[in-house]
Nanobody
Framework: QVELVESGGGSVQAGGSLTLSCAIP??????LAWFREPPGKEREGVAA???????IYAESVKGRFTISRDNNKNTLYLQMNMLKPEDTAMYYC????????????????????WGQGTQVTVSS
């Protein structure tokens, strides 16, 4: 059983910053990602990081968000800067089970394990 636990969500004003954390299993060989689900919308990929460190971002967050993993601390991070009201969503971390090709790493159907989510609210 793989358990992922997110933390770090909260409320912030537009232009502010938040860092999300996700406790991950101590293996480090799988693709990890952050997804978000805005109110009334489908879950969408935000950023993903492979075991070799390769990263990919959604266009909407490029230049503002940074994904990273610390295998020594068994933690996945999402540093979010210059937050906008449209970033408001429930944020989830996820882990893949098999190797995921780069072009599919922001597709939620590619991921097997999910955390419970942490809410991020950005006010204007």
């Amino acid at each position: 059983q793989v358990e992922l636990v997110e933390s770090g969500g909260g409320s912030v004003q537009a232009g502010g910053s938040l860092t999300l954390s996700c406790a991950i299993p101590p293996y480090g060989k799988f693709c990890l990602a952050w997804f978000r689900e805005p109110p009334g919308k489908e879950r969408e990929g935000v950023a993903a990081i492979a075991s070799d460190g390769a990263v990919i971002y959604a266009e909407s967050v490029k230049g503002r968000f940074t994904i990273s993993r610390d295998n020594n601390k068994n933690t996945l991070y999402l540093q979010m800067n210059m937050l906008k009201p449209e970033d408001t969503a429930m944020y989830y971390c996820a882990q893949g089970f098999n190797w995921i090709p780069p072009w599919a790493r922001l597709d939620p159907s590619q991921y097997t394990y999910w955390g419970q989510g942490t809410q991020v609210t950005v006010s204007s």
